[in-house]
C-alpha cells in the first residue's frame, strides 16, 4: 500500500525557518512527481512546490525564492526547506504523489496523500 508521511511541522516566528520531509514507501519512488500542498483553514487545498521525475522544480508564486524542494532517492525522502517563513504560510502542509503530472502544483492530479503536518507562524 503506499503511503507518504509528513514531518517537521511545527510553530515558528516570521522569519525563521523550517525543514518538512515526506517519507516514501510501497511504490518505486523515482518514477513519482512528488508535491507539497497546504491548506489553511477556511480555504481551498494550494500547490506550493513540486519536483518531477527529471530534476525539474514548480513553485508557486507566493513561495518562489524562500522554498526549496528536494528528493533523497537514497532515502526516498522529499524535503520542503522553507525559509523566511510569514504568518501567511501557516496551513496544515501535504506531501502527495502522483505517476504523472502536466500541472504539478495542481490537487487535482495527485491521487497519493499523506496525512498532513501543521505549519503554524506567529507574526
Known amino acids: 500500500q503506499p503511503q507518504l508521511v509528513e514531518s517537521g511541522g511545527g510553530s515558528v516566528q516570521a522569519g525563521e525557518s523550517l525543514r518538512l520531509s515526506c517519507t516514501v514507501s510501497g511504490y518505486f519512488f523515482n518514477n513519482y512527481y512528488m508535491g507539497w500542498f497546504r491548506q489553511a483553514p477556511g480555504k481551498g487545498r494550494e500547490g506550493v512546490a513540486a519536483a518531477g521525475v527529471d530534476g525539474s522544480t514548480t513553485y508557486a508564486d507566493s513561495v518562489k525564492g524562500r522554498f526549496t524542494v528536494s528528493k533523497d532517492y537514497a532515502t526516498k525522502t522529499v524535503y520542503l526547506e522553507m525559509n523566511n517563513l510569514k504568518s501567511d504560510d501557516t496551513a496544515m502542509y501535504y506531501c502527495?504523489?502522483?505517476?504523472?503530472?502536466?500541472?504539478?502544483?495542481?490537487?487535482?492530479?495527485?491521487?497519493?496523500w499523506g496525512q498532513g503536518t501543521q505549519v503554524t507562524v506567529s507574526s
Open positions: 502527495a504523489a502522483a505517476p504523472w503530472s502536466i500541472q504539478p502544483l495542481d490537487t487535482l492530479e495527485y491521487g497519493i
